[in-house]
Each structure stands twice: as C-alpha cells, then as structure tokens.
Nanobody, 125 residues
Framework: VELVESGGGLVQAGESLTLSCAAS????????MAWFRQAPGKEREFVVA????????YYAESVTGRFSISKDRAKVTTTLQMNNLKPEDTGVYYC???????????????????WGRGTQVAVSS
C-alpha cells in the first residue's frame, strides 16, 4: 500500500493549512489512518487518527480544538485541516495507516504498517 501526502507549505502563525493523504488500495478494514509529525531533532509524535469503519477520532492534546481529521472512504483519502497554526506545529507530517490496529497502538508509530514520505509544514512567528 502506498500513501502519498500533499498540502504542506510555509504559513504564518494563526493561519491554516490542509493536508491530504491518498492511499493506493482499499485495505484498511477495521484499521485506521493517522498523522504523525517530526520536528527537527525530535522524535516522531502522534497528531491525530481516524478509524476507517467508524466515526472515532483521536487527537493529541496539543492540537485538540485546532486540527480536524476527516476521511473519504470512496477515494481512500484522509484530510487534516489545521487551523490557528503555531510555530511549534512546524515539522514533517507523515500519513500512516494500518488495516488492523488496536486502540492502544493508535498513538504509537510501531502500530502502523504503512507510511507516506511526509510533507513539510513550516509555521513562522
């Protein structure tokens, strides 16, 4: 399964960006798609996840109320709407997916079988 991210860029603090992730196959069953990010010199961290077969979504505390994830099952895509961006949101954003991930592993990079190459998001102050 190939995941391709798009939509990154450079914005000022307070502005918005929309990221998209397109999957090459419909194989996510009861699994999930998620976004992680990695700032320079830091470990990759969980941002948000969405279950493929339900409305369940999970957000990192740092983005709750500012970011929103949605999915299009027909197109096998997810969209991450990022509002009120802050400089600390800067990093490479990665799309991840797995066809059978447990709830406990949603927040862990080790839970995902498929990864995109990432898209850069830079927020200036």
């Amino acid at each position: 399964v190939e995941l391709v991210e798009s939509g990154g860029g450079l914005v000022q603090a307070g502005e918005s960006l929309t990221l998209s992730c397109a999957a090459s196959e419909r194989t996510f069953g009861d699994g999930a798609m998620a976004w992680f990010r990695q700032a320079p010199g830091k470990e990759r961290e969980f941002v948000v996840a969405i279950r493929w077969n339900s409305a369940a979504t999970y957000y990192a505390e740092s983005v709750t109320g500012r970011f929103s994830i949605s999915k299009d099952r027909a197109k096998v895509t997810t969209t991450l709407q990022m509002n009120n961006l802050k400089p600390e949101d800067t990093g490479v954003y990665y799309c991840a997916a797995d066809p059978a991930i447990s709830t406990a592993m949603l927040f862990d990079t080790r839970g995902y079988s498929y990864w995109g190459r990432g898209t850069q998001v830079a927020v200036s102050s």
